[in-house]
């Protein structure tokens, strides 16, 4: 038997219902702060994501599904972020008044070990506001998502942030990193001392345990705490903070949260959910002012996040299944659909038995998937009539056939 892949799903009918909700309280959340949908294609020029994400990432040196094509590297997309920065370019959208706000939803695929909540092919639902410098973009972003996670019904929040400064600032930290961490090296992982070389602040996003107490030291402890923030980014992040204390949102700074992906800039953050009792991160994301021009378009701010669905259907409340409004209970077929045609076209759902079983077999999945029955049988037909019973409450009536559907009171 051919089985589902490693690290996929299928999301069952009984399951969809829940994602639909996720969809549909992202476009409505997402429209209301003008904010359109793209959608991109699942695979990209791997040069994409090599130059986007970061070659000294995770996701580019291990978790890409890469494949030759007509002697081309094609990638499926690990991350939508670089996919919708190259629509951006390739579409002229830097000459459209600014800002330009964008979202998507979608599957992204990584080659990673799978686990609770976390899959090779999995979904994000995400935004990107591109052409604003401002820490009002910031603010605006972080207070979309809340309100995302909130319609969600996901409110017991922890929002961390921090800011990781412009590249002068980074480059400081960077340097003052490598400094401290050097006599430690050789005690620390294989992936910390290949971050080292390539992009030392990743490597405060080591899990590993050893390197973790390493971090803990006294002299390594004030370098990282350290302050490294030039006076524009320092009043830009404070700002931020302004903000996101004007709309009510609180947040705690956390200077060991320096993200994943290497396109950061200035304010990172990333939100966790309580929900279910136990802390789970829902969301990362923050600015990336220069990754449109790292891909050959003009200069542009830009500020974005993230969220996996996997990890969102896991911690909110099942949507409860919807009835059908109507169920034609009848032993012929073309009168049946015939009467389901008028149903439908007046905008009720109906289902009928398309097997004619017996009027009590039917009659007993009217009452399991139904509001209401109508009952077709030879009688009715003689008279030109249906009866109309409430699945509810039981009552029943026998109405003529032309005014049925103004007794149907859904």
């Not at 006599?183 to 992982?189: A, V």
């Not at 220069?290 to 996040?305: D, F, I, M, N, Y």
């Not at 077929?333 to 109906?350: D, H, V």
Request: net charge neutral.
């Amino acid at each position: 038997m051919i089985q589902a892949q490693k690290g996929t799903k299928d999301i069952l009918p009984e399951e969809i219902l829940n994602w639909q909700k996720m969809e549909k309280t992202a476009y409505e959340i997402f429209s209301k702060a003008n904010f359109k949908e793209i959608r991109t294609p699942i695979f990209e020029a791997t040069e994409l994501f090599a130059r986007g994400v970061g070659d000294s990432t995770d996701i580019v040196n291990k978790e890409m599904y890469t494949f030759e094509k007509s002697e081309r590297s094609l990638t499926l997309r690990p991350e939508n972020t670089a996919g919708v920065v190259r629509a951006y370019i390739e579409h002229g959208f830097s000459r459209l008044p600014q800002p330009v706000k964008l979202w998507y939803k979608g599957p992204m695929f990584r080659y990673e070990r799978p686990q609770a909540g976390r899959q090779r092919q999995f979904h994000q639902v995400g935004v990107e506001m591109f052409g604003c410098a401002e820490a009002s973009a910031d603010a605006e972003v972080i207070n979309l998502a809340v309100k995302y996670l909130n319609a969600l019904g996901l409110n017991d929040l922890d929002i961390e942030i921090n800011s990781l400064g412009c590249p002068e600032c980074r480059k400081n930290y960077r340097d003052a990193i490598k400094d401290v961490l050097k006599p430690y090296l050789k005690d620390l992982c294989e992936d910390c001392n290949f971050r080292y070389e390539k992009n030392p602040l990743r490597i405060l996003d080591c899990k590993v345990e050893s390197c973790k107490k390493i971090f803990e030291k006294e002299e390594i402890q004030k370098v990282i705490l350290g302050d490294f923030i030039c006076p524009e980014c320092k009043e830009h992040f404070k700002k931020v903070k302004e903000y996101l204390r004007a709309l009510n949102i609180p947040f705690k700074e956390n200077k060991l949260l320096v993200r994943g992906l290497d396109y950061y800039n200035r304010t990172v953050f990333e939100i966790k959910s309580n929900n279910l009792g136990s802390q789970n991160a829902v969301c990362g994301g923050g600015r990336y002012d220069s990754l449109v021009e790292t891909l050959g378009g003009p200069q542009t701010p830009a500020v974005g996040w993230a969220m996996g669905m996997e990890r969102l259907n896991s911690l909110t409340e099942k949507a409860q299944e919807q009835r059908l409004d109507v169920f034609v209970i009848s032993e012929n077929n073309e009168e049946t659909f015939k009467i389901i045609e008028e149903l439908r076209n007046a905008g009720f759902s109906a289902e009928f038995d398309y097997a004619c079983r017996k009027f009590k077999k039917q009659l007993d999945k009217a009452a399991k998937t139904a509001k209401y029955a109508i009952i077709l049988m030879d009688d009715e037909i003689k008279t030109n009539t249906v009866t109309i019973k409430n699945l509810d409450t039981s009552e029943q009536v026998n109405v003529l056939r032309e005014s049925y559907l103004d007794k149907i009171k859904i």
